[in-house]
Structure formats: C-alpha cells, structure tokens
C-alpha cells in the first residue's frame, strides 16, 4: 500500500525559532509533492509545491530528498500566525490523486 | 478567481436521515474530488471526477453514498442513510489537470456533518 507518513506532534516552538518537520513517502516513482496547512475548523490551503528538489517562499523551505523518500518543510523566523497543523501531499502520477500524511500539528508559543 | 464552493457549512442529522452537500468547483477544473476528513486524520478521498465522468470511487461506501456530476462542473454528494460514523466534514476539491500547476488541489470550506 501507498503511503504517505508524518510526525503528529504537536511540536511547541517559541516564537522566532527555526523549525523543521518530515513527511516520508513509498512511492519512488512520485514526481509532485505539496505542503498544504490546515488550519482549525478549515480547509486545506496549498502552501507550497515541489516539483524537483526543493522550493522557497520567504520563511518556508520545502526540500525533496529522492534517494530517503521524504520531503521536508523548513519555517524560519517563526510567528504566532504559523501556528496550524501540515499536511504533506504525494501525487499520484497515474490518475491524478494525492496521497495524504495525517498532519503534523505546530504550535508556536510566544 | 471564485475559489471552490460548497453548500452547506454545517449540517446537523439524525442517523438514518439523508443528506445532501453541493460543490461548485472553480471555474475550468476539470477533476472535481470529494473527500472525508476525520479529526487528526488527512483527507481520505472518496471519489473523483473528470468532466461528467467517474476516475476512482473505490472508497464511496456504496451501499449508503452516492455523488453525481451531471453537466460536468458542479456536483453533489449523497448520504442516505447516514451513521454516526459519517460525522466528519466533507471536502470538496479541484484541479486544472493542465498547465505546471496541473496536480495542485484547491479546497472548498468544506461541510461539517454531525449525525446524532
């Protein structure tokens, strides 16, 4: 079975504090992967895609390790507002779905 | 751009009743997708469309969920009858399947069903 693996946390992280989180993955042959957060009682909102080996979007890093299966998403400076929870996403190349992670919950503290 | 819509927000049944959620997809989606989520648990995926047709619907529990997509842009979802174990909300997603964004899933506000 296809799967897509995440640490729940919580991690508690003081505000302005770098953190790093997994999302492992079992497919080799999976060429998308997405970060997605979540906030409480919300729905899933994109937060970044990878297409090769990495991205970056201000104080979010996501980067693809092919060779251990996982990606990971590096948040730097942390605020208050970046408290939710992450979802990790793999495509599914051959009928367009995505495999879902469970979330992992952040929570940063001031 | 509209973003994905979805009718209603919450919803309130007893089991054994039936219920109805509706999705609007943003505009030009081809794949529309309806999905399940339980607290603390990603989005299970229960089916999934392209235009009017059916991709997958290995997870639609059959035998009491049904989804149509008639004219190939809105859709809606089914429970009859419901259990106490549908309580969950009900993501309703879409994707453009063209262009370098062509996997990027886009969510509605989703429904949030409590069956009592």
């Known amino acids: 079975r296809k799967e897509v693996e995440q640490d729940p946390g919580p991690f508690n992280v003081p505000e302005g504090a770098t953190v790093a989180f997994n999302c492992t993955y079992s497919?080799?042959?999976?060429?998308?992967f997405f970060w997605y957060r979540q906030d409480c009682r919300k729905e899933p909102k994109l937060l970044m895609s990878?297409?090769?080996?990495?991205n970056e979007d201000g104080r979010f890093t996501a980067q693809l390790n092919r060779a251990s299966q996982y990606i990971s998403l590096l948040i730097r400076d942390s605020k208050l507002s970046d408290s939710a929870t992450y979802l990790c996403?793999?495509?599914?190349?051959?009928?367009?779905?995505?495999?879902w992670g469970a979330g992992t919950k952040l929570i940063i503290k001031p | 751009e509209a973003g994905v819509a979805q009718s209603p927000r919450y919803k309130i049944i007893e089991k054994r009743q039936s219920v109805a959620f509706w999705c609007n997809p943003i505009?030009?989606?081809?794949?529309l997708y309806w999905y399940q989520q339980i607290l603390g648990q990603g989005p299970k995926l229960l089916i999934q469309?392209?235009?009017?047709?059916?991709?997958?619907d290995s997870q639609l529990p059959k035998d009491r969920f049904s989804a149509e997509r008639l004219k190939g842009v809105d859709s809606t979802l089914k429970i009859q009858p419901a259990k106490l174990e549908d309580s969950a909300v009900y993501l309703c997603?879409?994707?453009?399947?063209?262009?370098?964004?062509?996997?990027?899933?886009?969510f509605g506000p989703g429904t949030r069903l409590t069956v009592l």
């Open positions: 505009s030009g989606h081809a794949t």
């Open positions: 996403a793999v495509n599914e190349e051959s009928n367009y779905q995505l495999i």
């Open positions: 997603a879409s994707s453009s399947r063209t262009g370098p964004s062509y996997n990027e899933q886009f």
């Open positions: 990878v297409y090769s080996s990495g």
């Open positions: 469309f392209q235009n009017n047709g059916v991709v997958d």
């Open positions: 497919n080799s042959a999976s060429q998308s």
